[in-house]
């Protein structure tokens, strides 16, 4: 009995996930895919170009194309820079989503690196510099200082 009742609650999850892949819809697919001409997403662009680019979206999902078919045909058409999103394999995989990384990775090293040359410099500072020394003795101002001591004190 329980394993019938998990069979059916991963039905539930898949079948929504499934039938979502196989009807695509212009706003599914418009934030994930570039206008050639303006470098924006066709959801934010309202160039000519992006307008001939959602006729053939819309004429793909005429023909019943799902989503990934779509963005096949998109970049057989356009090329892959019409995608928003970086591919996972080959140079996209690397400058797409490893490069970025590696490099906020690098420059995190540097700022620790700054940050520790600073504190070590400041510390090297600090104790280079002399204590600051009190007021000569033999000024007036101690003179006067040490007579106010002795009548109040």
Do not use: H
Not at 86 to 102: A, I, M, R, S, T
Not at 117 to 145: I, M, T, V, Y
């Amino acid at each position: 009995m329980r394993i019938a009742a998990t069979f059916a609650a991963v039905a539930a999850l898949i079948a929504p996930a499934a039938a979502g892949a196989q009807n695509a819809s212009l706003p599914d697919i418009e934030d994930e895919v570039m206008c050639t001409i303006c470098g924006t997403t066709l959801q934010l662009s309202s160039s000519p170009q992006a307008e001939r680019e959602r006729v053939f979206i819309n004429d793909l999902i005429a023909q019943g194309l799902t989503k990934d078919e779509i963005k096949d045909e998109l970049v057989k058409e356009y090329g892959p820079e019409v995608l928003a999103v970086p591919g996972d394999d080959g140079f996209d995989l690397v400058g797409g989503w490893v490069l970025p990384v590696v490099a906020v990775l690098v420059g995190a090293g540097l700022v620790v690196l700054a940050a520790r040359r600073w504190r070590r410099d400041q510390r090297r500072d600090d104790a280079a510099a002399p204590a600051p020394a009190g007021p000569d003795p033999a000024s007036e101002e101690s003179k006067r200082l040490r007579e106010d001591l002795e009548r109040y004190g």
